[in-house]
């Protein structure tokens, strides 16, 4: 999923949308095998209601894996390039040994299974708001304009339309108000903006490698002369479910264990890119790149290239903080880890002596990046901590 994910160019809080139907739906369908100890999501998640019963001779764990397979496909562009991984897949040997009314039985549950559930997901708001205007550009310093080299449209305006699974709406969870944008020298805005073009222009390696590690642009544009082309990288949210992966086999978590973390980071994922796109796309804030260059440097470029959508609330200090609390709750605060997410992007591995950790150098990365002040960064993290928090005491999945 996180291959397709990357190669169709889902933006951030799409791709966080295209995690979290396919994982709720696996989630409810194995924690019928113990469900004394895991709570079904049912009505604790806006919406939801419960899945359909599994029949008798049913393989839960095949069903759980076709419910991803149907629900994945739905919700992303390369169909085939995604069903060819299932067709290598289910020609693996331990379902040709299975009885095959065992095998149909349980492809068929999933089917049911993914049928509700997609019903879910169509009543979210997303199919309505792909047809919602663009963000009209407003004159004024203060906000958010398109940035080099694309100057791309603002992405995804609308998204604090879109249903949250858990908080109780976009707005429950708001961000202090930034600094009023103020170009003169004493005030605290500029300070902040200073404080990106002065820590960008003294960069140390080290400050470097964490930027370009946690940068997570799904599409960075290239240009040389007349010739262009594009990177494409895994999203921020798809760093953290590829965080789920590595702490759940270092763990050796069971299949309930393994799906109980992916289903809460990808929640949690879920409805912080709700909330923190509920502070972008109404407060506009303009983003460093903008003032440096028509008032300070007009020849600085920010480590990182900039994402097109505003500035405040930092995105990846949300949904990094968030999820790190969801995991920091599940294996503890002192779990280390070695995060390989990105090595398929060329980066080397960085290692964490916790979630909160990692986390935190998400946060920092951005200022590092060139891309955040300091306010929107610091500010996210503790909007992220408010709804890490909220998710997990509201669901708290595991009885135990």
Partial sequence: MTDVIVYDIFSPPVASRVYAYPIIAAYEILRQKDTLNYNSLAYNLNG????PKPPELVNLNIAAIEAIRIIGKSL??????YENFYKEFYNNKIFKNLPKKILNNSKQYGFKVSEHILNWAS????????????????EEDEFWKPTPPDYMDGIEPHWTKIRTMVIDSSSQFPAPKPFKVNL????????????VYDVTTNLTQEQIEMAKFWDCNP????????????TKKITPGGHWINICKIVSEKSNSNDLESIRTYA???????????????????????RPETLINEYIDEDWLPLLQTPPFPEYTSGHSVISRASAVILTRIFGEEFSFDDTSEIEFG????SFNSFIHASDEAAISRLYGGIHYEMAISNGVTQGQKIGDFIFNKLMVNKN
């Fill in 123 to 138: 009543k979210d708001n997303y199919n309505q708001t792909r047809t919602f205007p663009k963000y009209t550009i407003k």
């Fill in 264 to 286: 809460m980071v990808s929640i949690a994922l879920f409805d912080a890119f709700i909330s923190c796109w509920d502070e972008k796309w109404k407060t506009i804030v303009v």
């Fill in 184 to 195: 003169k020298k004493s005030s605290p805005f500029y300070n902040q903006l200073m404080e």
């Fill in 76 to 81: 992303i562009f390369s169909e085939a390039r």
């Fill in 48 to 51: 939801l209601k419960e899945i």
């Fill in 347 to 350: 980066l080397p591995m960085r």
């Fill in 219 to 230: 599409y960075v544009s290239h240009h040389k002369g007349h010739a262009m082309f594009a």
